[in-house]
């Protein structure tokens, strides 16, 4: 079954940008029908949908982070990305990737992996 | 503040049911499929309930959901001692050309 695996630097300083790749396994990103998403979790706190693609470059971003987001699709990879630019202390959070079906669910997801933005 | 509103916290012991509520709006709930979200402590998200009522494979169906509205709710029978856990409903959003809202969370206890 479809499998999903963060990676990415787990500290990132101030105002840099924090870039992530999700690497999909035991199916095709291309195979089209879903989306490819990103979510994070604050500490001790819910989840926030960051954005999503579509094999074919199709994005959609959270309105309240779009104007620091950028998420982009690798297929001969099987990989997409995540990068967030300018960040601060507030976007200290475990980063999921996770395949969405359109309007309908998250499933499956990565394991999850934590970011810190520290100096 | 979450646009999902859910308790922050619901208790049960062994054996009983519970349910736990999700308060949205006529753009998420009210015209949208709702999810659910098990979160194991130190765990990724788990689905656990799509198309307001649909259990995945493998998803014990002691699980069941139901929607009425703009509310939905996530029903746990015979509670056991390994369902404690948080627990998040979502729904896609019409508004603002679309977005992915999540409730804060229900912290369960099984006491």
């Known amino acids: 079954q479809v499998q999903l695996q963060e990676s990415g630097p787990g500290l990132v300083k101030p105002s840099q940008t924090l870039s992530l790749t999700c690497t999909v396994s035991g199916g095709s990103i291309s195979s089209g029908g879903y989306y490819w998403s990103w979510i994070r979790q604050h500490p001790g706190k819910g989840l926030e949908w960051i954005g999503y693609?579509?094999?074919?470059?199709?994005?959609y971003y959270n309105p309240s982070l779009k104007s620091r987001v950028t998420i982009s699709v690798d297929t001969s990879k099987n990989q997409f990305s995540l990068k967030l630019s300018s960040v601060t202390a507030a976007d200290t959070a475990v980063y999921y990737c996770?395949?969405?079906?359109?309007?309908?669910?998250?499933?499956?997801w990565g394991q999850g992996t934590l970011v810190t933005v520290s100096s | 503040q979450s646009v999902l509103t859910q308790p922050p916290s619901v208790s049960e012991a062994p054996r009983q049911r519970v349910t736990i509520s999700c308060s949205g709006s006529s753009s998420n709930i009210g015209n949208n499929a709702v999810n659910w979200y098990q979160q194991l402590p130190g765990k990724a998200p788990k689905l656990l309930i799509y198309?307001?009522?649909l259990l995945p494979s493998g998803v014990s169906d002691r699980f069941s959901g139901s929607k009425s509205g703009t509310s939905a709710s996530l029903a746990i029978s015979g509670l056991q001692s390994e369902d404690e856990a948080d627990y998040y409903c979502?729904?896609?959003?019409?508004?603002?050309?679309?977005?992915?809202?999540f409730g804060g969370g229900t912290k369960l206890t099984v006491l």
């Open positions: 996770a395949r969405v079906e359109p309007r309908i669910r998250f499933d499956p």
């Open positions: 979502a729904a896609w959003d019409d508004s603002l050309n679309g977005v992915w809202v």
């Open positions: 198309y307001d009522d």
């Open positions: 693609i579509y094999y074919s470059g199709s994005t």
